[in-house]
């Protein structure tokens, strides 16, 4: 969705609703008790985005997704 968009805070802004929103059903259906998404332009042309799953008496799990802006192609499969 964000693939031909120009780097700048809206973008990012999107890009954290869309994950909060595609993240939202593991809280709902009590897989984690809350989830942060954290996103950011990490380099130019590279967006950021940093999932950390808070779970109830478990290690937390953090994940870093690093998408670049550039080269992407749709892979029909």
Known sequence: MLQ???QTRLVVQRAKEYADEALAWLVE??????VEVITEISAPGVLGIQCIF???????????FDFAWNNLQLVNT
């Not at 808070?54 to 870093?64: A, D, G, S």
């Open 4 to 6: 031909r968009e120009k």
């Open 29 to 34: 259906d009590k897989v984690c008790t809350r």
């Open 54 to 64: 808070i779970r109830e008496r478990k290690p937390n799990l953090k994940f870093q």
